[in-house]
Structures are given as C-alpha cells and as structure tokens.
C-alpha cells in the first residue's frame, strides 16, 4: 500500500516581506503584547527566523525603519526602546473593526433608526394610505399613478385621494452606552487568553461608534477589585490584573455615569469570564473566590434590580461555560430584565455587533 505522507505544516497567510503584510501582523501582535512595540518586534523576529516572512530585499531592519518614517513607532529615548503613537492606536481599532464587523464606511446621520413609524426621519420600505396631515413630498407618486390606472384605467385616467400612498418613515434614536470588561485574573488563566478578544471587541464597537453613529456615546469600564473608566485610546495597552472580580463596582460606576447623560436610550454591555467574587467595605475588600458567596451575589443582585428601575437592560457576553455560573447569569438577566449570550471567544465580536444594532433600533423602556 502507498499510505501517506508528512511534511511539517508552513502556515500559507504569513507575510512575504511587504510593508503592508507586515504591518498587519505588527498591529495583530500589539493585541497580544498589550501595546509593548518592543516584544512585538521581538515576536515577529522569532517568526522571521522560523518562517522567513521577510528576505533579502527587505529585513526587519528596513521594517522598523518604515514603521518610524510613517508615524507608527517612535524611539522611547530613556529606556532605549520603541514605543507606538496614537496612528498606531487608531490603526488597531480600525483593524479590529475590519476583522470584526466587516468594512463599515461613514455614513455621517450618527443616529439609529427604531422600530416605531410614523412621523420620523429616514425612509422604510413600508408604504401605506394617504391620510389627512401627511406631508406631500412624502407621497410616492409612482406607486400612486400607478393605484389609479388599477383602479380607475388608462382611458379615463384621473387620481384621487385613495389611491396616494405615502412612504413610512422611521424614528431615529440616540444612544448611551457602557462597556464593561472583566480584567480579573481568571481572563488569562486556564490556558486561555480571554482579555485580548475583549479588547479588540472593545476597540472595533468604539471605531463602530466613531465612524458610523458619531452622536452615540460609548465609555469603557474596566472591574477587577474595583472599577474605574479607561479611554479609547487606553486599549491596546490594557492588561489582566492580580484581581478578584467586583462586578458591583462596575455595575454602580456605569449606572453613575448613564444617569448623566440625557439619551433616553441606554444600556449596559458587560463581558466577563467568571462570578462576582469581591466586594468594597470601606477602605477593606471582602473576598472569596470559592463557589457563589451570598452576601457578594446579593448585593450585585440588588445593582441589577436598580440598573432596571433606572432603565437600564444590562446585555451579559459570558464566556465561561461552568453550569453553576451560568445560572448565577440567569437570575442576574432576570432580576435586570436584561439579556445574556453565553459566548465563545470566536464569536464575541458578532454577539456585541448584532446586539448592539438590535438595540439601536428600538426605543429601550
């Protein structure tokens, strides 16, 4: 018999050794290094000496080179290394977005339509009656010539009331939205990395809002032991920490921040790994990470419940599959009357995309 045979497996998407191609695997790899340009360089290194994505015309060297000469890396004189600039920040969220949610081109209205119609602003496919009060330049004439002819025929043709049909209209909408991730220390245990996923979740939904509903408001929170807010431009650089999971605080400093604003639509999106293990008391953190501690799981019970009179659905993306957890997520979405996606990492981003859509089409009570 001839059987088969091996060879070692040569990925075939590596770059060939154009600026562009490793660019791309440059910007990839600062997901993973948390924004640190040196141990990205240091990894494509690596890779160039075990695939060979560069060759003799153009090395790393020449690479670097570029990368300073086009504004995307700068020399960090005191400690003797590179650090990245704010085009390489806004080229990573765009990355992100492209990777995640598709090509996306500014539309520049930055508001969303719901699904009420009526009296609104942007055109449906819908079509209905003319009725006193409509505004003439909503009426569609071509459809309308087009009821007369069926309804009274082409040799006595005239048009009357009941045969105008006017095009619907939908509301748009505003929204306010809170992004909340997990930086407890279980995002990187297990021999998964959950927190790069979620930063790039973070960094596309944020060019999402940028460049399509600019008037939409997004804030990121980040929880461990406590919650405090990170800017857009912070992303690339986050990392997990040494931290328990107070997803109380983060609960609280979100609520604080969306009664500020004056958008009658807000929600609050919260990607996490695990169950809320910590508490503040004062200056003192109550801690424990085995099993669901009632006194923790109460107390962020009764956040959700507030988060619900104040309006607020909360949308949890769980991406740990342990049944007890799951539940404990269940009786939170219940008591918020929110929603939650049990979600693998894969498919996080299009969980958050298709969500947050839905929800900007629709008037959130």
């Not at 800017?231 to 107070?246: M, R, S």
Request: proline content about 3%; overall charge neutral; hydrophobic content about 35%.
């Amino acid at each position: 018999m001839r059987g088969f045979q091996f060879s070692s497996f040569i990925p075939d998407d590596l770059p060939k050794g154009s600026f562009e191609e490793l660019l791309k695997l440059f910007m990839e790899l600062l997901n993973y290094t948390a924004g640190d340009a040196n141990e990205a360089l240091q990894w494509m290194n690596e890779l160039d000496k075990k695939y060979k994505i560069t060759n003799e015309e153009y090395g790393m060297g020449d690479f670097i080179e570029d990368l300073k000469k086009n504004g995307y890396l700068k020399d960090d004189q005191p400690n003797g290394g590179f650090i990245i600039t704010a085009k390489s920040e806004q080229t990573i969220r765009q990355s992100a977005l492209e990777e995640i949610f598709g090509k996306l081109k500014k539309t520049g209205r930055g508001q969303h339509q719901s699904s009420y119609s009526g009296q609104g602003d942007e055109k449906n496919a819908e079509r209905r009656q003319f009725e006193f009060g409509d505004a003439l330049d909503r009426i569609d004439m071509t459809q309308s010539i087009h009821n007369a002819q069926v309804n009274h025929g082409i040799g006595d043709f005239h048009l009357t009331e009941k045969d105008l049909e006017v095009e619907e209209m939908d509301y748009k909408t505003q929204s306010s939205t809170v992004l909340m991730i997990d930086i407890s220390h279980s995002m990187i245990l297990y021999g998964e990395d959950r927190i790069t996923p979620a930063k790039k979740v973070a960094m596309a939904l944020s060019e999402l809002i940028k460049v399509k509903y600019p008037k939409d408001t997004l804030d990121i929170i980040v929880f461990g032991n406590d919650a405090w807010p990170i800017e857009v431009k912070d992303l690339p650089y986050l990392q997990v920490g040494p931290y328990h999971t107070n997803t109380y605080a983060g609960l609280e400093l979100a609520a604080d921040i969306l009664r500020r604003r004056k958008t009658t639509n807000k929600q609050i999106f919260m990607i996490t790994d695990g169950k809320p293990s910590c508490l503040k008391e004062g200056a003192k953190y109550y801690k424990n990470s085995v099993g669901l501690d009632r006194k923790i799981v109460n107390k962020t019970l009764n956040m959700a419940a507030q988060c619900k009179k104040l309006k607020i659905p909360i949308t949890t993306f769980m991406i740990a599959k342990d049944p007890y957890l799951q539940q404990f997520v269940r009786e939170f979405t219940l008591t918020n009357g929110g929603k939650a996606f049990y979600s693998s990492l894969n498919g996080l981003g299009e969980y958050v995309f298709e969500d947050y859509v839905r929800n900007r089409r629709k008037n959130i009570k």
